[in-house]
């Protein structure tokens, strides 16, 4: 029968505290929480986002809007598991991000360089548009103006039809009095 003495009772405290905190300490460097998730967490989230086809819609943009999801689930759970537990949260978060990746960086009133360039360009290529003749330019020019002024950015303006239509009448009528 093994007795306990006092030397030996020490022993086994120390190794057995000493294996307690070296666990606890390593376990808490695989822990989660909000703000803070581990990078076997993120690197989870990475990969599975990765693996989601859904998301090549957003071609070249499809990394940073996973980052941007991965941080904006980060700042809002406690951990991956706890996000993927939350569709309707994650689906707002989500759609937070679609809308800034596809904005380019465009605010009301002031789009971006590359917002502009795209419109314009679009424009440019509208047939229906030729029988303005010399003065497309001035429309397209007025038609920009005006949605730059209603929306945040080149994407948000071509998910309104209605009021890009509102818009386009408006140039028609200010320019050549066409209604």
């Not at 057995?16 to 703000?35: A, D, N, W, Y």
């Amino acid at each position: 029968m093994a007795t306990f003495n006092l030397k030996s009772m020490r022993l086994f405290f120390y190794y057995f505290f000493s294996t307690v905190f070296f666990v606890l300490t390593f376990s808490s460097c695989q822990h989660s929480s909000k703000g803070n998730w581990s990078e076997e967490s993120k690197e989870q989230f990475r990969q599975d986002m990765k693996g989601v086809e859904e998301l090549s819609s957003f071609g070249a943009n499809k990394e940073k809007w996973i980052e941007c999801y991965l941080s904006k689930c980060e700042m809002n759970y406690d951990s991956y598991l706890q996000a993927n537990q939350d569709e309707p949260g994650c689906s707002i978060l989500a759609k937070e991000c679609g809308d800034e990746i596809l904005s380019n960086g465009s605010v009301k009133g002031n789009w971006s360089q590359v917002d502009r360039t795209s419109f314009k360009m679009e424009m440019d290529t509208i047939v229906e548009l030729d029988f303005l003749g010399e003065n497309k330019s001035k429309w397209i020019d007025c038609y920009l103006e005006k949605c730059e002024d209603n929306f945040t950015s080149y994407y948000h303006a071509n998910t309104d039809e209605s009021g890009c239509e509102r818009l386009a009448a408006e140039c028609g009528k200010e320019l050549f009095g066409i209604e």
